[in-house]
């Protein structure tokens, strides 16, 4: 699958080096490849192609965007080509449906696999970027272009002997191709966010015993995932411009339409039949097809919140458990929301045993299980759901350096600066694919939209003779001014206190501050056209 040239000594040069071989970087690679004729290098850390689903194979990972949002809309053969069969694609599916991708544009040849990206320095003097690897090469090229994700670095919380476990200890996002053995194991799960939701019905089956370790409750909605009909794809295949078209017109770039209705304006009746109705249809329609109001009003929000608690202590049939898993003080939304399927059910199995770790956090990783501050668990195998350093994480991790030696991780040691996440001054020629402070909504067409984008602006600056490319100081600073102003006012900006990844208050030590774009990626993108068509406002090219 390498089909560039591995460490040879020398230092070849591109146009451009591309970073990821995901959603991403196969759009760019295609884009600037076969459209500009770019002399373009890719790197990518994993075996294949795929970024997210290539690396978290964990059973139970799928999609919680549905399938008619979660795929490129740029493609008429990929449209007419690819048929997914759930409404919301299983890891396998999305990795396959990658892998065709990038086999139906012959991409893989562009990119060097098993290759991780450490260091990258601009040089005034020659305008390039010199890029080293673990493998021992160094390439040059004038345009460095991340791919790298937003949840991509994983985070191993810093817990005393991590290195000591006996047993199998491994990360979700780090999931070995050749899957873990749960049978007979008694196992241990760290974390309860989307990803430990989602693995849990599955570990639950096969274990001994499955002790979840729980520090903040979530609110869990379920998927209602099913096989797609014949019609529903194809459907799909005949109206995937129209839906990509729909999808840009909502805040978070999902297939939905706002209902054009407020929580607080309904009596409880009708409010109790329309969330039973979200409930139903499952996933992101509870939080997008119920209320327009959830997100921007706590009292609205509540009735949601108090809804979802009903439903917990429906499901899960001892009390005491029941109440363990129901968040209380924080919104619906505050941290990113999970859809599960058969999450809270799982609660009811005999070989499923809840700990609340909130007052009696896990201190030691021990040869033979782990010990909280009043508890020892033997285990044999522990795995850690505990999420990623997201948005700057990647980022930070190799060693980027712009004008003057200025490292990266230097500029964004308070939070990310960016000008809509594209670019940050300073680092000539650098643009990043849903870079910090870019919307958080439905990833691929995020990517399809930021690729699009970076591909005109290095068209723009190559029609008109121009070498360099970069936020303005003032462009960057009232963009991220504008994002914070977002975040203070609605309820995903209110998560710093239950550790929410949007805040980077899951990362010991990381600054506390806004990582994502909550204004609505439909106004962003009509903002990214409007900077385009005014060359590149709040840029600086020369
Ligand atoms: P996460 O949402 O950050 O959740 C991490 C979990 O680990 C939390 O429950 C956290 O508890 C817990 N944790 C962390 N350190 C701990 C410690 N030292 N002791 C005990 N518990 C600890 O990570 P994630 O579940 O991997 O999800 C991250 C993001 O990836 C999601 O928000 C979503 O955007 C994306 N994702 C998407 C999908 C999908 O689309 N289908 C699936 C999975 C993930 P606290 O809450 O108390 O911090």
Not at 52 to 78: H, K, L, M, V
Not at 333 to 348: D, I, L, M, S, V
Not at 400 to 415: E, F, V
Request: aromatic share 12%.
């Amino acid at each position: 699958m390498n089909g560039s040239p591995g460490s040879t000594g020398s230092v070849s040069s591109h146009d451009a080096v591309l970073v990821g071989a995901g959603f991403s970087g196969l759009y760019m690679m295609y884009r600037l490849r076969e459209e500009l004729g770019l002399d373009v290098r890719g790197f990518e850390a994993a075996g294949g192609v795929g970024g997210t689903w290539y690396w978290n194979r964990y059973p139970g990972a799928r999609t919680d965007s549905p399938y008619s949002a979660y795929c490129f809309s740029w493609s008429e053969e990929i449209a007419q080509e690819w048929s997914w069969s759930e409404r919301y694609p299983g890891q396998q599916e999305v990795l396959r449906y990658l892998e065709f991708v990038a086999d139906r544009y012959d991409l893989r040849r562009s990119f060097t696999f098993d290759t991780r990206v450490t260091s990258a320095r601009h040089d005034e003097d020659t305008n390039l970027w010199t890029v080293d690897t673990d493998t021992g090469e160094t390439v040059t090229a004038t345009y460095l272009i991340t791919g790298v994700g937003l949840l991509s670095a994983p985070n191993l919380p810093p817990i005393r002997g991590l290195d000591t476990f006996q047993g199998e200890l491994v990360h979700t996002a780090r999931w070995p191709a050749a899957g873990v053995d749960f049978a007979a194991k008694r196992v241990g799960l760290v974390g309860t966010g989307s990803t430990g939701i989602q693995i849990l019905p599955s570990i639950a089956e096969r274990a001994s015993s499955v002790s979840v370790f729980q520090r903040t409750p979530n609110y869990v909605v379920p998927t209602q995932n099913r096989p797609l009909t014949d019609a529903e794809k194809a459907d799909l295949r005949a109206r995937y411009q129209d839906i990509a078209k729909q999808i840009r017109q909502h805040p978070f770039a999902m297939p939905f339409t706002p209902t054009g209705q407020n929580a607080l304006d309904v009596d409880e009746a009708t409010r109790q039949a329309v969330y039973e109705e979200g409930w139903r249809q499952g996933g992101f329609h509870f939080l997008f097809e119920t209320f327009d109001d959830l997100s921007v009003n706590e009292d609205a929000n509540e009735t949601a919140c108090e809804f979802i608690r009903g439903k917990i202590r429906a499901a899960v049939r001892d009390p005491e458990v029941a109440e363990l898993l129901t968040p209380r003080g924080y919104p619906y939304g505050a941290k990113r929301p999970p859809a599960g399927t058969g999450y809270y059910e799982t609660f009811n199995r005999d070989n499923v045993t809840l700990i609340d770790v909130s007052d009696d956090a896990i201190e030691e990783i021990t040869p033979t299980g782990l010990r909280t501050g009043t508890r020892r668990f033997d285990l044999d195998v522990i795995i850690f759901a505990t999420g990623f350093d997201a948005s700057t994480g990647a980022f930070t991790r190799i060693d980027i350096r712009g004008r003057g030696g200025r490292a990266l991780a230097d500029k964004w040691r308070d939070g990310p600066v960016t000008n809509l996440g594209f670019s940050t001054a300073g680092f000539p020629n650098l643009f990043m694919i849903t870079g910090p402070l870019s919307p958080f909504a439905n990833i691929p067409t995020c990517i399809e939209e930021t690729v699009d984008w970076i591909f005109d602006a290095i068209s723009y600056l190559r029609e008109n003779g121009l070498t360099s490319f970069e936020a303005a100081e003032r462009g960057e600073q009232e963009w991220t001014g504008h994002v914070t102003a977002i975040a203070n006012m609605i309820t995903a900006g209110k998560g710093e206190a239950v550790n929410t990844w949007f805040a980077g208050a899951n990362i010991e030590g990381k600054p506390r501050a806004i990582n994502v774009y909550f204004g609505g990626a439909n106004a962003y993108f009509d903002t990214c056209r409007a900077v385009a068509a005014k060359a590149y406002e709040g840029f600086v090219l020369s």
